[in-house]
Protein backbone atom coordinates (compact mmCIF):
# COMPACT_ATOMS: atom_id res chain seq x y z
CA UNK A 1 0.00 0.00 0.00
CA UNK A 2 1.28 3.22 -0.81
CA UNK A 3 1.76 6.24 1.53
CA UNK A 4 -0.94 8.80 2.01
CA UNK A 5 0.45 12.00 1.40
CA UNK A 6 -0.79 15.13 3.63
CA UNK A 7 -1.44 18.57 2.52
CA UNK A 8 0.23 21.69 4.25
CA UNK A 9 0.13 25.54 3.39
CA UNK A 10 -0.54 24.42 -0.58
CA UNK A 11 1.87 21.92 -1.09
CA UNK A 12 1.88 17.91 -0.61
CA UNK A 13 3.70 16.17 1.96
CA UNK A 14 4.78 12.23 2.07
CA UNK A 15 7.71 10.95 4.83
CA UNK A 16 11.34 11.38 3.76
CA UNK A 17 12.57 8.87 1.68
CA UNK A 18 16.31 7.80 0.73
CA UNK A 19 16.62 6.40 -2.57
CA UNK A 20 19.48 3.89 -3.73
CA UNK A 21 22.01 4.14 -6.50
CA UNK A 22 22.59 0.57 -6.83
CA UNK A 23 24.50 0.62 -10.04
CA UNK A 24 27.25 3.29 -7.94
CA UNK A 25 29.72 0.36 -8.27
CA UNK A 26 29.28 -0.46 -11.50
CA UNK A 27 32.31 -0.43 -13.14
CA UNK A 28 32.50 1.82 -16.28
CA UNK A 29 28.84 2.90 -15.36
CA UNK A 30 28.14 6.97 -15.62
CA UNK A 31 26.48 6.00 -12.24
CA UNK A 32 30.12 5.32 -10.72
CA UNK A 33 31.42 8.49 -9.24
CA UNK A 34 35.05 7.67 -10.49
CA UNK A 35 33.75 6.85 -13.79
CA UNK A 36 31.71 10.33 -13.60
CA UNK A 37 34.07 12.51 -12.75
CA UNK A 38 36.98 11.00 -15.44
CA UNK A 39 34.27 12.71 -18.01
CA UNK A 40 34.09 16.01 -16.13
CA UNK A 41 31.42 15.37 -14.00
CA UNK A 42 31.18 15.84 -10.30
CA UNK A 43 29.92 12.13 -9.55
CA UNK A 44 28.09 9.81 -10.87
CA UNK A 45 24.70 10.18 -11.88
CA UNK A 46 21.51 8.42 -10.45
CA UNK A 47 19.46 6.43 -12.84
CA UNK A 48 15.96 8.03 -14.31
CA UNK A 49 14.25 4.54 -12.80
CA UNK A 50 15.32 5.93 -9.68
CA UNK A 51 13.73 9.29 -10.13
CA UNK A 52 10.66 7.43 -11.66
CA UNK A 53 9.87 5.34 -8.53
CA UNK A 54 9.55 8.40 -6.05
CA UNK A 55 6.77 9.74 -8.26
CA UNK A 56 3.40 6.98 -7.09
CA UNK A 57 2.14 8.39 -3.86
CA UNK A 58 2.45 11.72 -5.66
CA UNK A 59 0.23 10.12 -8.54
CA UNK A 60 -2.11 8.18 -6.80
CA UNK A 61 -2.66 11.22 -4.44
CA UNK A 62 -3.45 13.12 -7.77
CA UNK A 63 -5.41 10.55 -9.88
CA UNK A 64 -6.41 7.93 -7.84
CA UNK A 65 -5.88 4.42 -8.70
CA UNK A 66 -7.13 4.77 -12.17
CA UNK A 67 -3.27 5.86 -12.81
CA UNK A 68 -2.18 2.35 -12.29
CA UNK A 69 -4.05 1.31 -14.86
CA UNK A 70 -4.63 4.22 -17.67
CA UNK A 71 -1.69 6.74 -16.40
CA UNK A 72 1.55 6.89 -17.38
CA UNK A 73 4.70 8.86 -16.58
CA UNK A 74 7.87 9.45 -19.09
CA UNK A 75 11.17 11.17 -18.98
CA UNK A 76 10.85 12.59 -22.36
CA UNK A 77 9.08 15.09 -24.08
Keep these: MMEKLTEKDGYLYGHWRSP???WSDAPSSIHNDETAKKVGMR????????????FPPLMLELFGRQWFEIGCISMFK
Design 20 to 22: VNE
Design 43 to 54: GGTIPGTVHLNL
